[in-house]
């Protein structure tokens, strides 16, 4: 449940923004509004991730396979360099600031297929499950083998071969959601002991 006055209080607005803030959220999935009770977060339910990584999945793979086709040389080596920021944030264990250029790379990729609407629905469906995908990064050998993905994607990007790019990003995606619907079972298992 989200307290109304205490994000008033943190945030210094007054209700009706925090309100309407609230709508936006209820719109995309984010909260539920109850009448008389207030705003919560909604709680994902195992089908619900599984779902959102497979719309999430052929969402990032079409992007993928359009940012083969279309992205300028540019954005490849803008690509390529926040893929190298990313390998030092790794080697120096910079949890926060991999988890920053991760989620800049995936971005960059969106935008590099040139396609407002699937730069849209990607968005949309993100941010239902942004804090999820990087749930399988608290162990050490799934940052390790995340980071080899991630790497293996730029190489494909350069070398513009889609089936490879998508093929890639949808193995990778269904790695951060088997890690998501772990993690889930087991806060959910702590939870009844």
Known sequence: RLN??????????????????????AAEGLVQIEPNRGAQVVAL??????????????????SCRFACERATDVEI???????????????RHDL????????????RISLAAHNSLLKQLYDAQNARIQNLRFVSNENRQKWDL??????EMAEALAARDADRLAAI?????????????????????????
Do not use: W
């Open 169 to 193: 990003m949808r193995q990778h995606l269904q790695r951060k959601c088997d890690a998501a619907l772990k993690s889930r079972s087991e806060t959910i298992d702590t939870q009844h002991m």
């Open 45 to 62: 339910s195992e089908a619900n991730i599984r779902e959102a990584f497979e719309v999430i999945g052929g969402l990032e793979a079409m």
């Open 77 to 91: 080596a803008e690509i390529r360099a926040l893929t190298y920021e990313m390998m030092a944030s790794h080697a």
């Open 4 to 25: 109304e006055r205490a994000l008033c209080d943190l945030l210094g607005v007054s209700r009706t923004p925090l309100r309407e803030a609230f709508r936006v959220l």
């Open 96 to 107: 926060p600031t991999y988890f920053r250029v991760n989620r800049e790379i995936h971005e």
């Open 146 to 151: 995340a980071m080899r993905e991630h790497i």
